[in-house]
């Protein structure tokens, strides 16, 4: 019940269905109920809560419990989301699996660990795959779908097909690779910005600005294959005009950088000089985020039915 076990179970109960959050301590369940109370009034309040039901009907639809086998009784999807430590998700897995029947879709939240280290030898290994949300779920949608090699192919189908039916945007990722994709994309972007910031080519605030007012603007709405589509007279054309260009600067790239140091060091100092590194000015800045991200869905929502 942290914070992305209750931003799924705001999704889900967004979309209707009833969800039952789980954890081993009623207080941090409590408070758990509390903050998505608080936050679907906020968030009926400035017009952007998900579905059609109002927030008290959508807050009817959670409970909480602190027994796992009365939480799975009766379910149709289980969204594990307990830290990225894979002896304690095995654990989870380990003990749903005993209480489960042939029906119910286990699914994980991690954002790394590989379907095969997380569900192998695990009685109903054919109804697991790792549904790995983007933070905050409840304001960014997409969802990457990663099937065990022992996945039924029905559990992936029912799976994408539920997340699309609560508003999320599904990608199915035919095999498992360390980091899925999303995260391979995102840790590309930021092992460069490190090795730029770090050899002086820029500094760590204009780093951010080329993203934000730059690549960002375009890949809030479309990917970088189509940017390359769109940049020239398709695929080819891109391909034929830049590729001398792309190979000449991608053979320039460093090492993997080691993410410490002084480098690291220069880029703390200057976030912290732009958000300080405390709790209530991080929370205020993410609430800030979560806003820009609802406005930003809201469009985009209004663009496609346009």
Known sequence: SGLIGRSWAMV????GFK?????IAQQQLT???????????ELEESGFLKGSLSAEQQLALISICTDLKAAAEGAIFIQECTPENLELKKKIFGQLDLIVGD?????????????SKLFTGLKHVKQCIVSHPVNPPYFVPLVEIVPHPETDP???????????KIGQSPVKLNREIEGFVLNRL??????????LVGEGVI????LDLVMSDGLGMRYAFIGPLETMHLNAEGISDYCEKYREGMKLVLNTFGPVPQFSGEIQQKIN???SEKIPAVPKVLDARRKRRDEYLTGLAKLKKQMKSD
């Open 203 to 206: 500094s760590p605030t204009d």
């Open 31 to 41: 408070a758990a109920l509390e903050n998505i109370r608080i936050q679907m009034k």
């Open 12 to 15: 889900f109960a967004a979309g």
């Open 154 to 164: 029905s559990t992936t189908e029912r799976t994408y097909s539920l997340m699309k």
């Open 186 to 195: 995102q840790y590309a972007v930021i092992s460069e910005a490190w090795r």
């Open 19 to 23: 969800v039952i959050l789980y954890d």
């Open 103 to 115: 029906n119910v879709i286990l699914s994980s939240s991690t954002s790394c660990l590989l379907p």
């Open 269 to 271: 100092q200057a976030m």
